[in-house]
T-cell receptor, first 111, second 114 residues
Framework: GDSVTQMEGPVTLSEEAFLTINCTYT??????LFWYVQYPGEGLQLLLK?????DKGSNKGFEATYRKETTSFHLEKGSVQVSDSAVYFCALRGGAQKLVFGQGTRLTINP | DTGVSQDPRHKITKRGQNVTFRCDPISEHNRLYWYRQTLGQGPEFLTYFQNEAQLEKSRLLSDRFSAERPKGSFSTLEIQRTEQGDSAMYLC????????????FGSGTQLSVL
């Protein structure tokens, strides 16, 4: 079945550091790919998405490119802020209508 | 606030008791999803509705679990004879069901079974 594997956390960085959170997937067909973020005490929010190969999703300085050849959708940000501290989930949506999530990566940014 | 409401936010119950959670989706959304999330894991799909019809149920959803969406608006998730392994965050999400669907998640109901 469809699955998503994320870089294990937790990840701790200093403010203004470069961030990469790795995500790879297994799916039949051509899934849509997503990054969701969960801030402390809040619900899951869509951060960005890409629906076909080579698409780049971007939002709030975060970017991820849909790489079909490597089945990856790594999340990057050039300069992180303390307010980016959260749990990040990579997810896919294939032929079935449901989202399949990775296990999440907890990110802590220190000032 | 995403517009999806879940009630209660927290529920503590004793093993063997029945519990019911409610989800109020965004009013114009015809899709409603239930997920379960345990500590350190990503959300796992349980079931979803298109209007009032329950279209898919995960194998995670044992016969102690039942979900309804009686008028295609709010939904309830009931767990009968709760077990300690049912302790988790139960998340609800709603969406439009079209090809560009974006899901909006509620803040969840945290269930603790003692």
């Amino acid at each position: 079945g469809d699955s998503v594997t994320q870089m294990e956390g937790p990840v701790t960085l200093s403010e203004e550091a470069f961030l990469t959170i790795n995500c790879t997937y297994t799916a039949t067909g051509y899934p849509s790919l997503f990054w969701y973020v969960q801030y402390p005490g809040e619900g899951l929010q869509l951060l960005l998405k890409a629906t076909k190969a080579d698409d780049k999703g971007s939002n709030k300085g975060f970017e991820a490119t849909y790489r079909k050849e490597t089945t990856s959708f790594h999340l990057e940000k050039g300069s992180v802020q303390v307010s980016d501290s959260a749990v990040y989930f990579c997810a896919l949506r294939g032929g079935a209508q449901k989202l399949v999530f990775g296990q999440g990566t907890r990110l802590t940014i220190n000032p | 606030d995403t517009g999806v409401s879940q009630d209660p936010r927290h529920k503590i119950t004793k093993r063997g008791q029945n519990v019911t959670f409610r989800c109020d989706p965004i009013s114009e959304h015809n899709r409603l999803y239930w997920y379960r999330q345990t500590l350190g894991q990503g959300p796992e799909f349980l079931t979803y509705f298109q209007n009032e019809a329950q279209l898919e149920k995960s194998r995670l959803l044992s016969d102690r679990f039942s979900a309804e969406r009686p008028k295609g608006s709010f939904s309830t998730l009931e767990i009968q004879r709760t077990e300690q392994g049912d302790s988790a965050m139960y998340l609800c999400a709603s969406g439009t069901g079209d090809s560009r669907e974006k899901l909006f998640f509620g803040s969840g109901t945290q269930l603790s079974v003692l």
